[in-house]
């Protein structure tokens, strides 16, 4: 168990620009989920899959914003035409369907547009 | 929607005192969850409670499921510098595959 891996850990981009960012769930996990965290707020759900299958967007999840899963194993979000207030940490995690304890979260992408 | 409160947001305590905190909820929670976080990392999961009534350990901290389904408390007994950070309460948002997240609790410690 390599725990949840992202990458980058840190991004600084100029508004406008376009960022993506990487998440490697536990190997056996099926289900992954992102989150974004704002300075002083708890995590905030955005969208999860189950293998390949996005199967829940929150509403926080502008049109500036896609995510993939394209093989059910590792998960890409894309920020178009980056904004500040896209500013924060945004957290990935993953669970194993019908395991009960919470899931485990990833170390985040701390990102700062300037 | 659902929200959870908690409180205190912030505790500056001495090193070796207990401590607790608790988590409200606007809605009814099957499953409540605390969360610890350091800087720059993601929360990691410090305690599971499923049933209301429901108190469980690990090591120096025990949390309890409140017997109206609203609200959940955490204590920490005899402090020490690596209990710093921020504590999250969660529970299973609408449609249960998510998370819905209190603000945290922020626990600084004078040794």
């Known amino acids: 168990d390599t725990g949840v891996s992202q990458d980058p850990r840190h991004k600084i981009t100029k508004r406008g620009q376009n960022v993506t960012f990487r998440c490697d769930p536990i190997?056996?996990?099926?289900?992954l989920y992102w989150y974004r965290q704002t300075l002083g707020q708890g995590p905030e759900f955005l969208t999860y899959?189950?293998?390949?299958?996005?199967?829940?967007k929150s509403r926080l999840l502008s049109d500036r914003f896609s995510a993939e899963r394209p093989k059910g194993s590792f998960s890409t979000l894309e920020i178009q035409r980056t904004e500040q207030g896209d500013s924060a940490m945004y957290l990935c995690?993953?669970?194993?369907?019908?395991?009960?304890?919470?899931?485990?979260f990833g170390s985040g992408t701390r990102l700062t547009v300037v | 929607g659902q929200q959870l409160n908690q409180s205190p947001q912030s505790m500056f305590i001495q090193e070796g005192e207990d401590v607790s905190m608790n988590c409200t909820s606007s809605s009814i929670f099957n499953t409540w969850l605390w969360y610890k976080q350091d800087p720059g990392e993601g929360p990691v999961l410090l305690i599971a409670?499923?049933?209301?009534?429901e108190l469980t350990s690990n090591g120096r901290l025990t949390a309890q499921f409140g017997i109206t389904r609203k609200d959940s408390f955490l204590n920490i007994s005899a402090s020490i510098p690596s209990d710093v950070g921020i504590y999250f309460c969660?529970?299973?948002?609408?449609?249960?595959?998510?998370?819905?997240f209190g603000q945290g609790t922020r626990l600084t410690i004078n040794p």
């Open positions: 969660a529970g299973p948002g609408e449609g249960a595959q998510k998370l819905v």
């Open positions: 409670l499923y049933k209301a009534g």
């Open positions: 190997s056996e996990h099926n289900r």
């Open positions: 899959f189950q293998n390949e299958a996005q199967l829940e």
């Open positions: 995690a993953s669970s194993l369907v019908g395991r009960r304890r919470g899931y485990t």
